[in-house]
């Protein structure tokens, strides 16, 4: 890790000040003074400012359950990040394992650990994502198992030169609606990559569209009864599956 970094994990400071610090001479590496903020440091190696040892801050992981009108950026832009819902230090050196549309609702897993947000992200490692979906066109009973099929073959969605992984298309059931008046426009979709706007171009691949879009599930990590802007840490269990 370069070691303005480094510094920025295990102090208050934000990487500016660390250049400052390291810049003023103050910091020292395995004793030597260090004042490149782009040099490699390691955890066994001894950092000190002003004499004071610092120890590296552990990687940071939440879940929060995102409003309608916010977005997955570290920069506000039309509508705010999502990270000004999280009241930790530092809240936007941290980034989000797996973006939503402005307009898309719920799950989302927030880290300052690249390699744990990879695991979560890459088609390759095939985590599972579930969305709630509610489309403007109906599905019939005569059509719902050959549109299953297709989802599960793969579509082919528009400017992409491979067709999707094989995703999990189930109609929910009256009992199980969030929205009563949604019966045969209310599913449920496993995916296990993320393409831009994949959700909303699968079902456009097959001539409907998407009116209203809630991730509910990646890998085991539900919200629970996490209210809609609510957050929290994710416990040692959550954390470990994307280890
Ligand atoms: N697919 C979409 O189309 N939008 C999202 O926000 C997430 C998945």
Redesign the pocket.
Known sequence: MRLDKFICKSTELTRNEAKKVLKSGEVRVNNEVAKNPAMQVHENNVITIDGQQLSARGSRYYILHKLADTICSNVDEVYPSVLHGIEVDKAFDLHIAGR??AD?TGLVLVTDDGRWSHNVISPKKQCEKT?RVWLRNEIDDDNLSALVAQFDTGLQLQGESSLTRPALLTRVEKDDLVDEASYRSEVLLTITEGKY?????MFAAVGNRVVG?H?EQIGTITLGDLAPGEWRELTENEIAQFS
């Open positions: 939503l549309d898309t969305y706007h994949q959700v909303k171009r879009l991730r």
